[in-house]
């Protein structure tokens, strides 16, 4: 089992960037696909961005590619977020997660997530 804590969301204006980071620990978290998804209550989990355990191949759909980058730190089993030219639209509860492949991540077969994170992106 992989235990996940996010932090550094917050509040921002539009066109701000904040830097999402989790920590993770368990067996297998240094070789598990990673990722990030969003949630807002009555939506369906969305997933931002997800990386490979190699880190070789990334995803990001498209109502955020250019402007959300994922990437990990293995050494110190962190995972982080950057955001840049956020939208009001990008405000939700940020959810880092793990799991056995980025092909499941990109499916919304999420096997684990942390507390969550609030960003708020003001107009």
């Known amino acids: 089992q992989v235990h996940l804590v996010e932090s550094g969301g917050g509040l921002v204006q539009a066109g701000g960037s904040l830097r999402l980071s989790c920590v993770g620990s368990?067996?297998?978290?240094?070789?598990?696909?990673v990722g990030w998804f969003r949630h807002t209550p009555g939506t369906e989990r969305k997933l931002v961005a997800g990386?490979?355990?190699?880190?070789?191949?990334?995803y990001y759909p498209d109502s955020v590619r250019g402007r959300f980058s994922i990437s990990r730190d293995i050494a110190k089993n962190l995972v982080y977020l950057q955001m840049n030219n956020l939208r009001p639209e990008d405000s939700s509860v940020y959810y880092c997660?793990?799991?056995?492949?980025?092909?499941?991540?990109?499916?919304?077969?999420?096997?684990?997530w942390g507390q969550g994170t609030q960003v708020t992106v003001s107009s």
């Open positions: 997660t793990a799991g056995n492949s980025l092909r499941q991540l990109e499916a919304g077969n999420f096997d684990s």
């Open positions: 368990g067996r297998t978290f240094s070789t598990d696909a």
């Open positions: 990386m490979t355990g190699d880190g070789k191949t990334t």
